[in-house]
């Protein structure tokens, strides 16, 4: 048989519309972490069409304020890049946005843009192929492992409203749960944790994270003894994320787990925190990274290396990816909306039971945002992109 002969025609699908608006959306009531106190959370949203009139969503967290920033790259320097592109060459969409972020950051506002961008464009892809995005992606499970995350500073909360707090979170099922530190001293830090211990019993998984609370080693090493005897599984984010160097220090002199890499971009930030061994759970998020594409590659790298992924919030979007990616073990997950509220605009949730979520069998991410929700929470309207 000639090669003419059993040559196949495929239609190419088309970029043909890029959309992007902000949202904010306030908290119940102001939330402490260990060195900042958040009223609001605002988002950057991206839709993206392909000329088959198939709508993918993306987003991303720039900050609780200024997420213009980030919604203005997606407009006026990434979504450009892309419009016309072939919708399913997402790799070649991801390089050509990369390079034109060069001048202007490879992390950052931008590199969460071109999150938002790569986000939406496999969601697209996979709601094309009416396919779950965790199944589209050759997912291992319907079902993946999660962790309650909490226990943060409020008015008034105290230890004894740790302890109701992470009993709430046994009596629902889940197995392993997240609270913050370093706001307070040690000690008072340590009476909170003792609490969640007794909460989740000998058997319970406990984290803890400390958002970038100490500045030398000593003073993490310090609070760490103290908390040792309460056998947490990992501390989160010791120090400033550029402070490589005694995250690697602090992994050699506590048996405590080292966690970080929430807000760094690109798999060779990455590379670096491995190969100086500072951290054996790696957090890249895939709205921070640089969005689904590169987060699959971090999640190779860490294979690679032997150690684990457990990405930083957006359960919403990180579990169907959690169950794709080998190298990955939990999804970080928030009850209510009191700290993550993404979901006060998106129209389906994920369930849970037993300490497990239970992935969307709806294709793509499996939930569409909001449009009445949007109505109230929307910063003036959304953008069109042009020009390419």
Same mark, same amino acid.
């Given at each position: 048989m000639r090669c003419a002969e059993i040559e196949r025609g495929f239609d190419v699908t088309t970029i043909r519309k890029i959309e992007a608006a902000t949202a904010s959306i306030p908290l119940p009531a102001p939330t402490g972490f260990s060195s900042r106190t958040v009223l609001q959370r605002e988002y950057t949203l991206v839709r993206v069409t392909g000329d088959?009139?198939?709508? $993918?969503?993306?987003?991303?967290?720039? $900050?609780?304020?200024?997420? /213009?920033?980030?919604?203005?790259?997606?407009?006026? #320097?990434?979504?450009?890049?892309?419009?016309?592109?072939?919708?399913? #060459?997402?790799?070649?969409?991801?390089?050509?946005?990369? /390079?034109?972020?060069? #001048?202007?950051?490879?992390?950052?506002?931008v590199m969460r843009a !071109?999150?938002?961008?790569?986000?939406? !464009?496999?969601d697209r892809n996979a709601r094309a192929a009416n396919l779950p995005l965790h199944k589209y992606l050759g997912g291992r499970s319907n079902r993946v492992k999660a962790y309650a995350s909490g226990g943060y500073y409020l008015e008034g909360k105290g230890v004894e409203g740790v302890h109701k707090e992470m009993t709430s979170y046994v009596e629902k099922g889940f197995k392993a749960?997240?609270?913050?530190?370093?706001?307070?001293?040690?000690?008072?830090?340590?009476?909170?944790?003792?609490?969640?211990?007794?909460?989740?019993g000998p058997d319970g998984v406990l984290m803890l994270d400390a958002n970038n609370a100490w500045k030398d080693l000593p003073a993490a090493l310090g609070a760490l003894r103290l908390w040792e005897p309460y056998n947490p599984y990992w501390i989160e984010e010791p120090f400033s994320p550029d402070d490589i160097i005694n995250h690697a220090r602090l992994a050699r002199e506590t048996p405590i787990s080292v966690a970080t890499g929430e807000i760094e971009a690109g798999r060779w930030r990455s590379k670096e925190l491995l190969d100086a061994g500072a951290a054996i759970i790696l957090q890249q998020d895939a709205a921070v990274c640089g969005g689904i594409s590169e987060l699959r590659r971090i999640a190779d790298l860490a294979?690679?290396?032997?150690?684990?992924?457990?990405?930083?919030?957006?359960?919403d979007l990180h579990a169907p990816l959690v169950s794709a990616f080998p190298s990955a073990d939990y999804v970080e997950f928030f009850v209510g909306n009191g700290v993550h509220n993404?979901?006060?605009?998106?129209?389906?949730? !994920?369930?849970?039971?037993?300490?497990?979520?239970? #992935?969307?069998? /709806?294709? $793509? !991410?499996?939930f569409d945002f909001d449009e009445a929700a949007l109505d109230k929470y929307l910063v003036g309207e959304w953008q069109n992109v042009t020009g390419g």
């Open positions: 088959d009139g198939v709508t $993918g969503i993306g987003f991303c967290y720039p $900050g609780h304020r200024a997420a /213009q920033l980030a919604t203005m790259a997606v407009t006026d #320097l990434l979504g450009p890049v892309v419009l016309g592109m072939d919708a399913h #060459l997402v790799e070649g969409a991801w390089g050509a946005m990369y /390079q034109e972020s060069l #001048l202007h950051g490879r992390v950052g506002s !071109l999150s938002a961008i790569d986000i939406a !464009l496999w749960v997240k609270m913050k530190v370093g706001r307070v001293s040690a000690a008072e830090d340590a009476d909170r944790i003792a609490a969640a211990r007794d909460a989740i294979s690679a290396y032997g150690v684990t992924l457990c990405p930083h919030w957006f359960h993404l979901c006060d605009i998106i129209d389906r949730q !994920l369930s849970f039971d037993n300490g497990e979520l239970n #992935l969307h069998e /709806q294709p $793509g !991410l499996g």
